[in-house]
């Protein structure tokens, strides 16, 4: 985004931010419509210039941090995400793990998988298999709605067995 933004405005970031902080606009959809009907930003810039002026992006804060806020209370899943975190980083060098607010992102060229702890007693591994057909274990994509294809839940690290091995290397195979 940070590139796409020079690339179509001729600035930097940093000049929308400044921008954005001159103007003493606080409110985060007031920011996005000021970008957008005075600089004729898309949405997507705006938002983008938006949260990075107010630091309320995932890229703000800490990694540790975000993850620490996810698993708050919820300790007893950390050793599941670090199950799937080992088995997802043998499938290639090419792989980018961007925790956020609530989940992390699992990215190749595409984003191919999510990691959400759902409950205190599960995490939700949602999937982006193009043309895989629901069974067993392999729901629909229930609350990750059109960002993943499909929905596994895990509730121990011993159920990050073969066959999640195998539907985890399917959608990493299809985000090249």
């Given at each position: 985004?940070?590139?796409?933004?020079?690339?179509?405005?001729?600035?930097?970031?940093?000049?929308?931010?400044e921008?954005?902080?001159?103007?003493?606009?606080?409110?985060?959809?007031?920011?996005?419509?000021?970008?957008?009907?005075?600089?004729?930003?898309?949405?997507?810039?705006?938002?983008?210039?938006?949260?990075?002026?107010?630091?309320?992006?995932?890229?703000?804060?800490?990694?540790?941090?975000?993850?620490?806020?996810?698993?708050?209370?919820?300790?007893?899943?950390?050793?599941?995400?670090?199950?799937?975190?080992?088995?997802?980083?043998?499938?290639?060098?090419?792989?980018?793990?961007?925790?956020?607010?609530?989940?992390?992102?699992?990215?190749?060229?595409?984003?191919?998988?999510?990691?959400?702890?759902?409950?205190?007693?599960?995490?939700?591994?949602?999937?982006?298999?193009?043309?895989?057909?629901?069974?067993?274990?392999?729901?629909?994509?229930?609350p990750?709605?059109?960002?993943?294809?499909?929905?596994?839940?895990?509730?121990?690290?011993?159920e990050?067995?073969?066959?999640?091995?195998?539907?985890?290397?399917?959608?990493?195979?299809?985000?090249?």
């Amino acid at each position: 985004m940070e590139k796409g933004i020079l690339e179509k405005t001729g600035k930097p970031l940093e000049h929308w931010i400044e921008l954005v902080l001159k103007s003493k606009i606080d409110k985060h959809k007031e920011i996005i419509e000021f970008l957008k009907s005075k600089h004729n930003l898309s949405y997507g810039y705006a938002n983008f210039i938006a949260l990075k002026a107010k630091k309320s992006d995932a890229g703000s804060i800490a990694d540790d941090d975000l993850l620490s806020g996810q698993y708050k209370g919820k300790e007893n899943l950390m050793p599941i995400y670090a199950q799937l975190i080992s088995k997802i980083s043998k499938l290639g060098d090419d792989i980018t793990i961007t925790p956020k607010k609530d989940s992390v992102s699992i990215i190749r060229k595409k984003q191919f998988a999510l990691i959400k702890p759902a409950t205190k007693t599960r995490i939700d591994l949602g999937l982006k298999i193009k043309d895989k057909p629901i069974a067993g274990r392999l729901e629909n994509s229930g609350p990750f709605g059109s960002m993943c294809s499909h929905r596994v839940q895990i509730a121990s690290p011993n159920e990050v067995d073969s066959e999640v091995q195998r539907w985890l290397k399917e959608a990493y195979d299809g985000a090249q």
